[in-house]
């Protein structure tokens, strides 16, 4: 079980396409992130020659990247993660002096991160500026995006149903054929498919069990994310609508009405006009 939790990402994948190649490829992505490397990559907007100029690390990532190598050959044993909360916990006691090193250079790598930016978008023509843009654009994103689905998890949302072929894995991974995990995967995959109709079906109504548990779940939780005002994290057909906002009237509405009032007004007054007229008239006539 330790190692299908590894791999949640590439069984999703896997499960929809039943392929070699995109289970081994989304193996790899799973397998090679690395708390350090992920904050350590560049995060310019392209990692091509000739690209912008990298953002400096601040203050507290340089004393990671100091860190890091001494605290792993004291704790070989130790995991990369508790790597980064001990060098985590460290900076938080350390004093503003200790900091002040580490902080100066991160300013000074800042200041002429600025200069190498204006040098670099100087030299853009407009479509490369405009494609620069777009691709900040889906880079915040993408951010905002995985912080929302930290948010959510950490408010308690329920996982995902989980499809057959998942529930079947996750019980004959351990026993599966193969030294390495896409191996294991791929043997997976060849049993699920050769499984006798019966048996197949047996995960089949676990699945749709899992189905119903997370519809019962999501349901309670989404209305608990109303009940504290979280409606933005609700899913987009199950948020309420929101009343449609009255129209304001333009100028031109606004002047044409009271002359409509006054026309009618007119119509009244000559009508009137019209009838104290014909009396007359009438009176006139039986005078006569």
């Given at each position: 079980?330790?190692?299908?939790?590894?791999?949640?990402?590439?069984?999703?994948?896997?499960?929809?396409?039943?392929?070699?190649?995109?289970?081994?490829?989304s193996?790899?992505?799973?397998?090679?992130?690395?708390?350090?490397?992920?904050?350590?990559?560049?995060?310019?907007?392209?990692?091509?020659?000739?690209?912008?100029?990298?953002?400096?690390?601040?203050?507290?990532?340089?004393?990671?990247?100091?860190?890091?190598?001494?605290?792993?050959?004291?704790?070989?044993?130790?995991?990369?993660?508790?790597?980064?909360?001990?060098?985590?916990?460290?900076?938080?006691?350390?004093?503003?002096?200790?900091?002040?090193?580490?902080v100066?250079?991160?300013?000074?790598?800042?200041?002429?991160?600025?200069?190498?930016?204006?040098?670099?978008?100087?030299?853009?023509?407009?479509?490369?500026?405009?494609?620069?843009?777009?691709?900040?654009?889906?880079?915040m994103?993408?951010?905002?995006?995985?912080?929302?689905?930290?948010?959510?998890?950490?408010?308690?949302?329920?996982?995902?149903?989980?499809?057959?072929?998942?529930?079947?894995?996750?019980?004959?991974?351990?026993?599966?054929?193969?030294?390495?995990?896409?191996?294991?995967?791929?043997s997976?995959?060849?049993?699920?498919?050769?499984?006798?109709?019966?048996k197949?079906?047996?995960?089949?109504?676990?699945?749709?069990?899992?189905?119903?548990r997370?519809?019962?779940?999501?349901?309670?939780?989404e209305?608990?994310?109303?009940?504290?005002?979280?409606?933005?994290?609700l899913?987009?057909?199950?948020?309420?609508?929101?009343?449609?906002?009255?129209?304001?009237?333009?100028?031109?509405?606004?002047?044409?009405?009271?002359?409509?009032?006054?026309?009618?007004?007119?119509?009244?007054?000559?009508?009137?006009?019209?009838?104290?007229?014909?009396?007359?008239?009438?009176?006139?006539?039986?005078?006569?």
């Amino acid at each position: 079980m330790a190692h299908f939790n590894l791999m949640t990402a590439g069984v999703s994948l896997l499960a929809k396409s039943f392929s070699a190649l995109s289970c081994t490829n989304s193996l790899a992505r799973c397998t090679s992130v690395h708390p350090v490397s992920f904050f350590l990559t560049s995060r310019g907007l392209t990692a091509q020659a000739g690209g912008p100029p990298k953002r400096p690390l601040n203050g507290y990532m340089r004393y990671v990247v100091q860190q890091q190598p001494t605290i792993v050959q004291q704790n070989p044993a130790i995991k990369i993660t508790e790597v980064i909360r001990k060098i985590a916990q460290e900076w938080r006691l350390m004093s503003a002096e200790q900091k002040r090193p580490f902080v100066e250079d991160f300013q000074r790598a800042r200041d002429q991160f600025k200069l190498d930016l204006k040098r670099y978008e100087a030299k853009l023509t407009p479509a490369e500026f405009e494609q620069q843009a777009i691709e900040r654009k889906q880079v915040m994103a993408k951010r905002k995006e995985i912080r929302r689905k930290r948010e959510m998890n950490s408010l308690g949302k329920p996982k995902r149903p989980r499809s057959a072929f998942n529930i079947y894995m996750s019980e004959h991974f351990v026993e599966a054929r193969g030294l390495t995990m896409p191996a294991k995967l791929i043997s997976l995959m060849d049993d699920w498919r050769s499984l006798l109709g019966y048996k197949k079906q047996v995960y089949m109504q676990l699945a749709e069990d899992d189905k119903i548990r997370y519809k019962n779940e999501i349901k309670s939780w989404e209305e608990h994310m109303l009940e504290i005002g979280r409606e933005d994290l609700l899913r987009e057909h199950t948020r309420p609508k929101k009343a449609p906002a009255k129209k304001r009237a333009t100028k031109k509405e606004v002047k044409a009405k009271p002359k409509a009032k006054k026309t009618a007004t007119a119509g009244v007054v000559k009508a009137a006009g019209k009838g104290k007229t014909a009396g007359k008239v009438t009176l006139t006539r039986s005078k006569k």
